[in-house]
């Protein structure tokens, strides 16, 4: 594996050079920089892209906390009991190591846009020529109440993978027979589309084994999710009497919990429950409103390049930004990383801009060998990011094409996570 | 036509000429509001809105025809719902520039709009009252879909593996640089007229992969040949 990827880097050489225009040279500090902050789908791959394709040419430092890096896509797999917790673990010693990038291991806390610096916990003020922002998601303060972050050990988000998605498997792993496990769906825009209702297959696949009576209670503020006939209908052959669906109809936008009693009120009934996963509302991971470059809860970005609008010199991908038609999903933040990669280095080193295309594709497990998916391609427009075309699976498929699409995830799975880490 | 102008931007940007953006006018939502002034006296959009003399039009994009509950439509609309007719961008822009031309004993007293641009922005302001794609990614495209067609002379360019090298970070995203075959099959090494068969097998929905027809489908012929040139040299 890593002696072709030699290879490749080898025969991109050759192409790169054959098309580079003379350098721009950054002003004040020989090769222009590119500070990365946020490590996921979207960071790591435009950290890695920048690296490999400019040959050197670019400073590329990317900051991230942790050193292990867990992918909230798939987490929900494990808590299937589909892959352990090391198929979802990724270190960033590859890009170090064979990409030259400046990997640090800290937090961005501060930008100062003026004079162009990302200063981190740590104490270091670290100089960028472009910066580019992917720190995924935050959560809405107040937007469940009774929730706040303190009472993330007794109802956890696990919507940031790591700890908390090994917190929230040992408690439905804990719940006594025939108990309750509650989750509280986000309202839009969030983090994956389909992911919350993933997680509930995937919750019902676990307790069918181990618990075969215990219940699921969603309590969701929206009337319509993504594939809910695809996941409805999965959820009736699967788990069949186990998952109640409260939408708004049934007061499922109006839910408050009390973390110290372990209840649930949907609607002024109280329900005592084992396990209450609470997803709260989104907004752009903290450090884009530290920048000042959002607009609400989320950072507005130009289509073609995902510049800030606020700011030339700040990009921002994925979960964070304000693009238009795609989904908040690692597949769109590693497609939206590619095409910021190539506008980038172009304005940095006079290499060619190719223009924009963007896709994205979720792939779903309902349980193990029966996946289905959602995928659309989008083009730039000068408002937004366009939706242009798509496909979804269909209910009553065979079982043999969903066996196959439960494989192409996997896949998928370690094509994206090459793509991100080498 | 527009495809034919991302040709030439293609090419001129692979001699390190960067693109600038493709012109687009699908629609302003703003003027559409006003031309719907024309549909209010029937039908109602946005919060709250109720069926009047016609049905009301949240969510109308993606929707099956006659499909809104409580309203009681024409024959002929019933018997096109039955045929499996959908509300699209297309479908209702056929509907709007001429109503009984689409569903036959339609009750929609309509003469219909002629002009383009008018339906267009019309669209445009009505796709604002249905589901977003990026909150449910299978909601209907807010932007037309622009279909290649190409002379024979693009059809005889050479593939240029620098641009296909560009366009390949879309495949690697799944398809890996090293050739694993795991769960989605390998495309390296493969022998130039076998891919760039097999991509027009896919965009011409032969080969049956909704994620390859997709991919494909917007695919020039062009771009199919310069990710032929590139995935064969790995």
């Given at each position: 594996m890593k002696l072709n990827r030699r290879g490749f880097i080898g025969a991109t050489a050759g192409a790169t050079a054959a098309l580079a225009a003379p350098m721009v040279r950054a002003a004040s500090h020989g090769r222009p920089k590119v500070v990365v902050v946020g490590g996921g789908a979207g960071g790591a791959t435009v950290a890695r892209y920048l690296a490999k394709d400019s040959q050197g040419a670019i400073d590329v430092t990317l900051i991230e906390p942790t050193r292990t890096y867990y992918t909230c896509f798939f987490s929900n797999l494990y808590l299937g009991g589909l892959v352990d917790l090391n198929y979802i673990a990724h270190s960033y010693g590859t890009l170090a190591a064979e990409y030259g990038i400046n990997v640090v291991h800290d937090w961005a806390t501060g930008i100062d846009r003026d004079a162009k610096t990302v200063a981190t916990a740590g104490g270091y003020s670290i100089p960028y020529d472009k910066l580019i922002l992917s720190p995924g998601i935050d959560f809405v303060e107040?937007?469940?109440?009774?929730?706040?972050?303190?009472?993330q050990n007794e109802m956890p988000h696990a919507y940031k993978a790591g700890s908390q998605t090994e917190l929230l498997r040992a408690q439905i792993m804990a719940m006594p027979e025939g108990g309750t496990y509650a989750m509280v769906a986000p309202p839009n825009p969030y983090r994956c589309p389909p992911g919350p209702y993933e997680r509930v297959s995937m919750v019902a696949r676990i307790l069918k084994q181990h618990n075969p009576t215990a219940k699921i209670i969603i309590a969701d503020p929206k009337p319509k999710f993504s594939k809910m006939a695809l996941f409805q209908d999965g959820w009736s052959r699967h788990y069949d009497g186990m998952i109640e669906w409260v939408g708004p109809d049934f007061g499922g936008d109006k839910v408050s919990v009390d973390p110290g009693a372990m209840t649930i009120d949907i609607d002024g009934e109280v329900t005592k429950v084992d396990v209450c996963n609470v997803i709260p509302a989104m907004k752009a991971g903290r450090i884009c409103e530290m920048a000042g470059i959002t607009d609400g809860n989320w950072a507005p970005v130009h289509?073609?390049?995902?510049?800030?609008k606020m700011d030339d010199n700040i990009h921002v991908l994925g979960d964070?930004?304000?693009?238009?038609?795609?989904?908040?999903s690692g597949f769109s933040a590693n497609s939206q990383a590619k095409v910021c990669a190539n506008a980038v280095r172009g304005e940095l080193t006079g290499s060619a801009v190719f223009p924009a295309k963007f896709s994205n594709t979720c792939w779903s497990s309902l349980d193990e060998n029966d996946g289905v998916k959602v995928g659309a391609t989008y083009e730039a427009t000068d408002e937004k990011i366009a939706k242009v075309d798509g496909f979804i699976s269909k209910t009553g498929e065979d079982a043999a094409m969903r066996q196959a699409t439960y494989e192409e995830s996997f896949g998928w799975y370690e094509g994206i996570t090459s793509d991100m880490f080498g | 036509m527009m495809k034919a102008k991302l040709y030439i931007l293609a090419a001129l940007a692979a001699l390190g000429w960067a693109a600038p953006a493709a012109a687009h006018d699908h629609g302003d939502p703003e003027r559409g509001a006003a031309v719907f002034k024309a549909c209010k006296s029937c039908h109602q959009v946005g919060e709250g809105a109720k069926n009047r003399v016609g049905p009301m039009l949240n969510g109308v994009f993606g929707r099956p025809a006659g499909?809104?509950?409580?309203y009681r439509y024409s024959a002929g609309m019933e018997r096109e719902r039955a045929g499996g007719l959908v509300w699209t961008w297309d479908t209702l822009d056929a509907y709007i520039e001429n109503p009984k031309a689409l569903?036959?004993?339609?009750?929609?007293n309509f003469r219909g709009i002629k002009d383009e641009q008018k339906r267009a922005d019309l669209l445009a302001y009505l796709r604002l009252f249905s589901d977003n794609p990026a909150d449910i990614p299978e909601a209907e495209p807010t932007d037309v879909s622009e279909l290649p067609n190409l002379s024979p002379e693009v059809l005889a360019l050479v593939g240029d593996p620098a641009y296909g090298e560009y366009l390949s970070s879309e495949c690697t995203t799944c398809h890996q640089v090293d050739g694993s075959d795991e769960g989605i099959p390998s495309i390296t090494g493969w022998p130039v007229e076998d891919f760039v068969v097999a991509m027009h097998a896919y965009k011409e929905k032969i080969r049956p992969h909704p994620v390859m027809q997709m991919m494909a489908g917007r695919l020039s012929n062009e771009e199919i040949a310069a990710l032929a040139a590139y995935f064969n040299g790995l």
């Open positions: 107040g937007s469940v109440p009774g929730w706040d972050i303190s009472a289509a073609r390049d995902l510049r800030s964070s930004c304000a693009q238009g038609d795609m989904p908040k | 499909a809104v509950e409580g569903v036959s004993k339609t009750r929609m």
